[in-house]
């Protein structure tokens, strides 16, 4: 079973940036591609992105493109979303999750780990 426990959410303007980080315990994520998912009040819990095992691949959802990027350390258990030029739209509370097969998956019934979420808010 991978703990997953996520950090770094917090209070920011808009335009401003934020890094997350995902740390799994009890096994090593090296073995599973992640991804991240949010979910702000009132939505469904929406994908962010995905990085597959390796780091090689990676795939992010339209509103985020050129803003977030997606990394792991896989020597460290972590993976990583930085986030820059944060919207308003941005605030969510953010989840990482793991995917124990090998294939990628931006649904969030693919993944079979999650953490508990961190709070991410933009003011305008």
């Known amino acids: 079973q991978v703990q997953l426990v996520e950090s770094g959410g917090g209070l920011v303007q808009a335009g401003g940036s934020l890094r997350l980080s995902c740390a799994a315990s009890?096994?090593?994520?090296?073995?599973?591609?992640m991804g991240w998912f949010r979910q702000a009040p009132g939505k469904e819990r929406e994908f962010v992105a995905y990085?597959?095992?390796?780091?090689?691949?990676?795939s992010y959802t339209d509103s985020v493109k050129g803003r977030f990027t997606i990394s792991r350390d896989n020597a460290k258990s972590t993976v990583y979303l930085q986030m820059n030029s944060l919207k308003p739209e941005d605030t969510a509370v953010y989840y990482c999750a793991a995917r124990s097969a090998p294939t990628y998956s931006s649904s969030r019934y693919g993944y079979d780990y999650w953490g508990q979420g961190t709070q991410v808010t933009v003011s305008s």
């Open positions: 990085i597959s095992w390796s780091g090689t691949s990676t």
């Open positions: 009890r096994r090593t994520i090296s073995n599973y591609a």
